[in-house]
C-alpha cells in the first residue's frame, strides 16, 4: 500500500490530533497525521496547563494517566473570581484535582504512544488544498505531495485550514483583548499549585512549569491594545504587586508578548467526509482551562465511532452521533469559560456592583449544589450524551472506574478500545470488539459501556432480550 494513502488523515499533531490518532491506530486503522511545523511544541507554544478529572480518566485508559500524574502538581482546590472556590476532591473519581503540568508533557506521551500503535507523522507538512468526493478526501502538501484518505479530521487549530477549505463557518468574537504572557523565574515561590486573583486593577495569575520556570498572564483593567503592542517585564511585574500583592521577585523572562483571546465555534463539526475536533472545532478563552481538555474529549468520541465506520463495523449514523454529541459540549465549554472571564476581567465600575460581588461570591460558596455544579462541568466528570426516548436513566453517562473481579479496574479494561460489559456470569460470548468482565461487588443489573466510558446501555434486572438488541445496536462483533 502506498505510504501516501490512509484510512484517516489527522491534520494537526496538537493533542487533540495525537490522541486521535493513536486510537485509531491501536483500533487497527491506517492512520497518517500531518503537522505544519517542523518541531514538537516548546514552552513558548504552551498554553495549557490544566488537565482535569475527565481527561485523566481519559488518560488513564489509554496507560498514561498516572504517568502524566508524575509530571504535573494536583491541585485539589481551584479559586474562581477570586473568592469561590471549586473543592475538586469531592469529586467521584480517581483524579480527584486538576493536574497543573504543561500541554507538552501531554503531547510527548500522547506522540509516543500513537507512533508505538502505528500511527504515521509528517512534520512540515502545511495542507494547501483538500478536495472530496462520495469515496475519499484528496490533500496536497505545500510541497506537492498528494495523500489520500477515505476520511480527514482537522485538528489543526483555531486557524483551521481545514474548516476554511471545506467552508465551515466560524463565529464569534473576541472576548478580551491585550493578555500578557511571559515565562519567568521567581525569587520566592507560591504556596499555591496555581496564584491567581483579580480585582480592580486587574487579573494576574502564576503557573509553575514544574521546572523552576512560571508562566504568568496578566490583564490590566480596561487594556484594548492590540496583540503586537510593546510590553516589557516592568508593566507585568507591576500587574502582578497590584493584583496578587507580590511579583515574587520575578525575574529572567525568556520570552514575553501580548495575545487576544476568542470565543467561537464551528456551525458544525462535519463536511462529508472532513470532521473537526478541538480548537479547529470550538476556542474560548483559557479560563478554567478547559481548551485542551475540551479537545482530547472530542477526540475520545470520534476515535472509536471512526474506526467503527472504516473498519464496516458500523454505519453514517454512528459517525453523525459525534457531532450530536459533542458539539453541545464545546458549546457549553464556551459558556463556562466565558462566565469566568467575564466576572474575573471586568473589573467592577462602581460600589454597588462590587459590594454585591463581595458578598454575593462568598455566599455562593457556601451553596455546596452550586459549587458541586461547577465542579462537575469545570471537571468534566459531569458531561453526559443524549439518550434515546425510554433509554435507562444511566444511558449516556460517564462511568466511573468499577473495580471488577480479579483485582483489575474498569479504565485498565478499556485500553484496549473495545466495549464492555460488565454482568455477572456470561450473558453471551465475547467477540474482538466485546470484552466480557464481572464486577467485583453488587452490581443491579448489566452495563454495556462504550470505549470512551459511557454507558451505552443499562438495565436495572438481568434482560437478555434487551442486551442482545444493545448488541445488534452497537458496533461489537469483528468486522
Known sequence: MNENTADVLVIGAGPTGLLLAGDLATAGVRVTLLERREQAADTAMTRSFAVHARTLELLDARGLGDELVALGRKAPVIGVFGRIELRLHRLRSRFP????????????????RARAAGARIVRGAEVTRLRQNDDGVEVETADGDVLTARYVVGCDGVRSSVRRMVGIGFPGKSVVRSVMLADIR?????????????????????????????????????????????????ELSALLRRVLGS?????????????????????????????????????????????????????????????????????????????RERHPVGRQALRVSGAITRGVLRSPRNGLTRGLREV????????????????????????????????????????????????RRLYEVLRDGRFVLVAHGSPVPETKWLHLAAPAGNLPGPLLIRPDGHIAWASDTPDPEALRAALRHWPVTAA
Do not use: C
Open 186 to 234: 521567581l525569587t520566592e515561590i507560591p504556596v499555591d499549585a496555581v496564584t491567581t486573583n483579580s480585582n480592580a486593577h486587574g487579573f494576574a495569575s502564576l503557573v509553575p512549569f514544574g521546572d523552576g520556570w512560571y508562566r504568568a498572564i496578566g490583564w490590566v483593567a480596561g487594556d484594548e491594545r492590540p496583540d503586537d503592542a510593546p510590553v516589557v517585564a516592568e
Open 97 to 112: 484535582f486538576a493536574l497543573i503540568t504543561p500541554q507538552y508533557h501531554v503531547e510527548r506521551l500522547l506522540e509516543r
Open 360 to 407: 454575593g461570591l462568598p455566599l455562593a460558596n457556601r451553596l455546596n449544589s452550586l459549587t458541586a455544579t461547577g465542579e462537575r462541568l469545570l471537571s468534566g466528570i459531569g458531561i453526559a450524551y443524549p439518550a434515546p426516548r425510554g433509554s435507562h436513566r444511566l444511558t449516556g453517562r460517564r462511568v466511573p472506574d468499577l473495580r471488577l473481579s480479579g483485582g
Open 247 to 323: 511579583d515574587y521577585g520575578m525575574h529572567d523572562p525568556r520570552w514575553i508578548s501580548r495575545f487576544h483571546s476568542d470565543e467561537r465555534q464551528a456551525v458544525r463539526y462535519r463536511e462529508g467526509r472532513v470532521l473537526l475536533a478541538g480548537d479547529a472545532a470550538h476556542v474560548h478563552s483559557p479560563a478554567g482551562g478547559m481548551g485542551m481538555n475540551t479537545g482530547l474529549q472530542d477526540a475520545a468520541n470520534l476515535g472509536w465511532k471512526l474506526a467503527a465506520v472504516v473498519q464496516g463495523r458500523a454505519g453514517q449514523p454512528l459517525l453523525d452521533s459525534y457531532e
